[in-house]
């Protein structure tokens, strides 16, 4: 049975593509004066919808539909468009699994969002792109919380969103597939950072201030980017949120895709790429619901050799932008049940048995590091122990690994929980720094805090866009200092240093 939070959780992470308001303006095109709402990119005209003070143009193409030929490939160039493009709605997420267990999306996704202020100023704007999380095989630009019209119209910024493969689709790694195999996700977000860097302009953006930044997997996939060489010189400075780097070696991808393959029954077939390709999208999703091991084997970063030729924890040192790396202080709250075959325990006993079924060979080390009695429940412990193994350590290491680079870090842990509202229950949980970055809480009752603090997350991120830099202090690997995101700000060293220290580097 779903609650009220649940039900909430859905709604705020839902698809909302409906309603804009058509209040178009005219938009010159550098020859005869162009219709209402409509400028040039690449491909051809877009033309979108005024709302407020904030030009909005949803659903560009920035690549061709990865269908036929194209599935389990490198994207390919959009097609140019025969009459004006309607930037008008969202294009559809890209293929996954839904919320009520069946399948929803379609492969023809490869698109971005742009919102952009309707007043350019005389100097073009900074721009921000943002990569959706979903652990690389769920969501979509579409989802409210990253619309980008208040934070466009708080900083005067170009905001863009975008689309990519995710899961088999995109990024199942097979010796079918060519040298270059998997990464398919990856390679369109480097694709799409391609478009932005060439049309932008048109939209008043400057692509020499690109901040990149994503958040759970989309942080990975900013890691991602920040170590592909094709990507070097698209963007200016990156933000990592809740979210870490790696990648598998290739033969271990390629292994279990054949495993995906096998499931398929195309492993005995003559063309094993053709017989992939061939399949149905459905036939595809189920593999990565159905078998767990192939779901985590196709859905994240291999060394392929080729896109990524160097683990992103080392390429990262020579990435050359500055960056914040920035984790919750609560942030499987609401991740219990969704991610790592996790799911709210109610006792000690419970909380002992969970860790003996997921964690066999080291359950005793980490009851031993997380005992139940240290936290105020049992699932406090599992809470804490999951947020550190999976974004809190992670966020750590890829902080300590950048500051080699010579290049500005700053970490950042942003702790606020709701003063009231139905949020306020799952404490500073995943994702809840999004909605004050990105100024979508009209929705809850806010105090005079949080709409201060609001104000200090999105100033932060325009100003780091638009410099480089922001006023806090830089991350020192030997102090582990960070800033603390809540009212009042404040900083602190030593971020759980023991627990991290107990996961790793």
């Not at 909430?8 to 005219?26: D, E, H, S, Y």
């Not at 690997?477 to 240093?497: I, K, M, S, W």
Request: charged letters at 15%; a negative charge.
């Amino acid at each position: 049975m779903i609650t009220p939070l649940e039900k909430l959780a859905l709604l705020l992470l839902a698809p909302a593509c409906a309603g804009l308001p058509t209040l178009p303006a005219p938009v010159p095109d550098g020859g005869a004066p162009a219709p209402p709402g409509q400028l040039q990119v690449a491909q051809g005209a877009v033309r979108g919808t005024q709302v407020g003070s904030t030009w909005v143009y949803l659903g560009i193409p920035y690549a061709a539909p990865p269908v036929g030929a194209l599935r389990f490939s490198p994207p390919a160039p959009p097609a140019r468009f025969d009459a004006p493009h309607p930037a008008t709605a969202f294009g559809p997420d890209c293929p996954q699994r839904s919320t009520d267990g069946g399948f929803e999306g379609d492969e023809d996704c490869l698109t971005l969002n742009v919102w952009a202020p309707a007043e350019r100023s005389a100097a073009p704007a900074p721009v921000l792109v943002f990569i959706h999380g979903g652990a690389h095989i769920t969501g979509g630009a579409s989802r409210p919380a990253y619309d980008g019209r208040a934070l466009s119209e708080h900083g005067g910024v170009v905001v863009v969103s975008l689309n990519y493969r995710l899961g088999v689709l995109g990024f199942l790694a097979h010796p079918a597939l060519g040298a270059s195999t998997g990464n398919w996700g990856y390679r369109d977000q480097t694709a799409a950072l391609q478009w932005v860097h060439h049309n932008i302009g048109a939209f008043g953006g400057d692509p020499a201030r690109v901040l990149l930044f994503g958040q759970s997997a989309g942080a990975t996939s900013t890691c991602v980017q920040l170590a592909a060489p094709s990507a070097r010189g698209l963007f200016s400075s990156a933000m990592m949120l809740s979210g870490g780097c790696g990648a598998q070696p290739k033969a271990a991808a390629e292994r279990r895709g054949e495993s995906v393959a096998r499931l398929l029954g195309c492993d005995g077939a003559a063309d094993v790429a053709a017989c992939l390709r061939g399949k149905s999208v459905d036939e595809l999703l189920a593999v990565g619901v159905n078998d767990g091991q192939a779901t985590t084997a196709t859905a994240g970063p291999t060394l392929d050799g080729t896109y990524l030729v160097e683990d992103p924890q080392t390429a990262v040192t020579h990435a050359g932008v500055p960056v914040i790396v920035s984790s919750t202080a609560d942030e499987f709250t609401n991740q219990l049940g969704r991610y790592g075959g996790t799911r709210a325990v109610s006792s000690a006993a419970d909380y002992q048995a969970l860790l003996r079924q997921l964690y066999p060979a080291t359950a005793d080390a980490l009851l031993a590091r997380y005992p139940a009695s240290d936290y105020p429940s049992a699932n406090d412990a599992l809470v804490a122990l999951e947020g550190d193994r999976y974004f809190i350590c992670p966020s750590r290491a890829a902080a300590r690994a950048l500051s080699r680079s010579g290049q500005p870090v700053w970490r950042v842990h942003f702790s606020h929980t709701f003063a009231a509202g139905p949020l306020r229950p799952y404490r500073a949980a995943h994702g809840f720094d999004l909605l004050f970055g990105f100024r979508n809480l009209g929705a809850y009752p806010l105090s005079p805090d949080e709409r201060r603090l609001s104000d200090a997350v999105a100033d932060a991120w325009v100003r780091f866009a638009g410099q480089g830099a922001v006023d806090w202090p830089r991350y020192d690997p030997a102090r582990d200092d960070y800033l603390v995101l809540d009212q009042p700000l404040a900083t602190g060293e030593g971020l759980r240093t023991p627990f991290c220290d107990f996961w790793g580097p």
